[in-house]
């Protein structure tokens, strides 16, 4: 009997540590697919960025490069018209005009596809000058503050501008607000970011559900690149607040 009883223990015991052994193979399996997942929607995210900043770079390059010279050049023929009638003046002085403001807004455009002060001047200096340019051309104040040293690399820098570029942009489309206030803040190692406007808010998994969340879905992704984590309080009726923390590699 004790022979017997044994055996059943030591059958046991072989079926417990081979049935311990499959369930420890299988969640090592899952461990490694987890992480093989999680990099493959890293390099999918990444490579969509990367081609996106390219083509914003070829655009903008081209709206600078060939666009508004070529505008300019049309100015320049329509002005040199020699003509003496009133009413061919006031028609070329007004074409000229005209091309005035398509020559500033291929600026602007060019400007916003890839700012010339980020790459020039860096981070603190295209958020001074975006700031600046919606100051200007809009209802809304954006107080913007940056503190502490810029330490960011350039790819960084581009993803942090993109986010604050996005910001802003939903926040003027559909916030109703009237003062956004952005601080950066560059401490030892951690980026800061905070965001804030007094709009009506939004429902943050309605807008991620929906189509219109593809900006939000993009401000998402750069953060999750850089390994941050960023937190959303848009409680309908309360304004948005956004609070981004990056880590310096």
Do not use: W
Request: charged content about 25%; hydrophobic content about 40%; proline content about 2%.
């Amino acid at each position: 009997m004790a022979t017997n009883e044994t055996s059943i223990y030591t059958a046991l015991l072989i079926a417990a540590s081979t049935i311990g052994m499959i369930l420890i193979f299988f969640v090592i399996s899952l461990m490694r697919q987890h992480r093989r997942n999680v990099q493959l929607h890293k390099e999918k995210i990444e490579a969509e960025i990367a081609t996106l900043e390219k083509e914003r770079k070829r655009m903008a390059s081209d709206l600078h490069d060939e666009i508004g010279p070529l505008l300019s050049a049309v100015k320049l023929n329509i002005n040199s018209l020699d003509s003496q009638e009133p009413g061919d003046r006031k028609v070329i002085e007004k074409v000229s005009g005209y091309i005035d403001e398509m020559l500033t807004k291929v600026r602007e455009v060019s400007n916003d596809l890839m700012p010339s002060s980020l790459t020039r001047r860096g981070l603190y200096a295209a958020v001074a000058d975006f700031s600046g340019r919606i100051n200007h051309s809009s209802s809304i104040a954006v107080n913007a503050s940056c503190t502490g040293p810029e330490e960011l690399s350039k790819e960084s820098q581009v993803h942090v501008f993109r986010i604050i570029q996005e910001i802003i942009h939903n926040s003027i489309k559909h916030s109703a607000a009237s003062v956004i206030d952005v601080r950066l803040q560059q401490l030892n190692k951690l980026l800061k970011l905070d965001i804030n406007d007094n709009g009506k808010g939004f429902d943050y998994k309605k807008i991620l559900a929906e189509s219109d969340g593809l900006g939000l879905k993009n401000i998402l992704s750069r953060v999750e690149l850089m390994g941050g984590v960023m937190y959303l309080d848009a409680t309908p009726g309360k304004g948005v607040s956004y609070s981004i923390e990056i880590p310096k590699k």
